[in-house]
């Protein structure tokens, strides 16, 4: 049985999570971003009407979760580990927030936006 280390893990979460948004939205719907795009077109795709819309739409006021489990489900499957969810909901708040300057994020933030998803979760348990 091989064994992956935790930043192989992420890098092949990130990969699928991406693909999957991608994907579930469609490109006219939701842009693409090159993955290496410099800071000037990451700050112009992120003000498009939709990519708000798309952060809208998983992030939204009402509490719908809907169209976001839909999406966490395609890409973990059913019953994920809560820290994989968090993973890719912080990862989705990086790339689609317009108010966060890249489609990437340190570690630091990263632990940061999960921890905050994390207690979230377990506030819903109780």
């Not at 893990?9 to 006219?28: D, N, P």
């Not at 939709?50 to 839909?70: H, I």
């Not at 989705?92 to 632990?111: C, F, Q, R, T, W």
């Amino acid at each position: 049985m091989k064994v992956i280390n935790q930043r192989s893990l992420r890098s092949v979460l990130a990969g699928r999570a991406r693909e999957t948004l991608f994907a579930h939205f469609g490109s006219t719907v939701l842009p693409p971003i090159n993955n290496n795009a410099t800071a000037l077109e990451i700050s112009k795709w992120k003000n498009l009407p939709e990519v708000a819309a798309c952060y809208k739409k998983l992030f939204n006021e009402k509490n719908d979760s809907a169209p976001l489990a839909k999406i966490l489900e395609k890409v973990l499957g059913k019953d994920p580990p809560t820290n994989h969810m968090a993973f890719v909901m912080a990862l989705y708040s990086v790339m689609l927030d317009p108010n966060s300057e890249g489609i990437h994020a340190s570690e630091n933030s990263m632990k940061k936006k999960m921890n905050k998803y994390l207690v979230s979760f377990y506030k819903n348990l109780y």
